[in-house]
């Protein structure tokens, strides 16, 4: 298995122009989870999604960002305009979900981004 | 809401020492899995060991063990006969649905 696919690895942009990070989870996992990591703030959960749907995005920052997961195979962050303070490493993660199981986690290699 | 506090900003340890990284949670459920996750500079994480809540013997991988003391709310984690490769920030993790992390401990390992 290729494991959890980011891309892209490294993005820089400019202050205001839109960002769009992919992720394509793991084969066969249902639940698929959006991090971001800054040395300020830690690892911080954005949303997360269990078949699709979004579970809780409570950890979205603001507007500026939103993610989607059309199907099982595929999902997005989007921030759009994007501000310096958004510079950060974006991790996508997937996993097995049921009503009573809570496996691991498996991370993607993430994706840093740099807005200047 | 759950918090996971790891109280170790750094610790350091001798190769082929022993090490005990700390972590306490708070949560109001019974069951729950808990994880200690590595990220070595490359970035990655990586999972370490993992320990249901309902279990009580206490998970071991290797040279890596937990202490789950589920009524103290603690999940130490222990790295035996530390490498130089141990050497990464550790992260604890709480899960009942979402994931929760701690801050993480900085480990050095010297040779």
């Known amino acids: 298995d290729a494991g959890v696919i980011q891309s892209p690895r490294h993005e820089v942009t400019e202050m205001g122009q839109e960002v769009t990070l992919r992720c394509k989870p793991i084969s066969g996992h249902n639940s698929l989870f959006w991090y971001r990591q800054t040395m300020m703030r830690g690892l911080e959960l954005l949303i997360y999604?269990?078949?699709?749907?979004?579970?809780?995005d409570s950890g979205m920052p603001e507007d500026r960002f939103s993610a989607k997961m059309p199907n099982a195979s595929f999902s997005t962050l989007k921030i759009q305009p994007s501000e310096p303070r958004d510079s950060a490493v974006y991790f996508c993660?997937?996993?097995?979900?049921?009503?009573?199981?809570?496996?691991?986690?498996?991370f993607g290699p993430g994706t840093r981004l740099t807005v200047l | 809401a759950q918090t996971v506090t790891q109280s170790q900003p750094e610790m350091s340890v001798q190769e082929a020492e022993t090490v005990t990284l700390s972590c306490t949670y708070d949560?109001?459920?019974?069951?729950?899995?808990l994880f200690w996750y590595k990220q070595p500079p490359s970035r990655q994480m990586i999972l370490v060991i993992r320990q249901e809540a309902y279990k009580q013997q206490n998970a071991t991988e290797n040279r890596f063990s937990v202490n789950f003391q589920k009524a103290a709310k603690s999940f130490s984690l222990k790295i035996s006969d530390s490498q130089l490769g141990d050497a990464a920030m550790y992260f604890c993790?709480?899960?009942?649905?979402?994931?929760?992390f701690g801050a993480g401990t900085r480990l050095t390992v010297k040779p």
């Open positions: 949560t109001s459920e019974s069951d729950y899995y």
């Open positions: 993660a997937s996993s097995l979900w049921a009503p009573t199981f809570y496996n691991e986690q498996f």
């Open positions: 999604f269990n078949n699709n749907v979004p579970i809780d």
């Open positions: 993790a709480y899960r009942k649905g979402d994931m929760r």
